[in-house]
């Protein structure tokens, strides 16, 4: 049992160091920044569509009212 845990640690740290020296590339990390940074606009985007939205569904109509009870006749 001891040798099969020992072999999975190891595929693990091996794992683990080919991940870290590809993310660690300029290339690599560049590519992910621009994921991250298109992720964040459209989710901004999209709050800020829906915050839009909500306040023209709460906005009034911009038709004038006209008061009732205040003719002075």
Do not use: C
Request: glycine content about 2%; aromatic content about 2%; proline content about 4%.
């Amino acid at each position: 049992m001891d040798t099969v845990l020992d072999k999975f640690l190891k595929t693990m740290q091996t794992t683990a160091a080919r991940l870290q020296k590809k993310l660690l590339k300029p290339e690599v990390r560049q590519k992910g920044k621009e994921q991250v940074k298109e992720k964040a606009r459209d989710s901004v985007l999209q709050l800020l569509n829906r915050l839009q939205a909500e306040q023209a569904q709460n906005k009034p109509s911009a038709q004038p009212r006209t008061q009732e009870g205040h003719s002075e006749i």
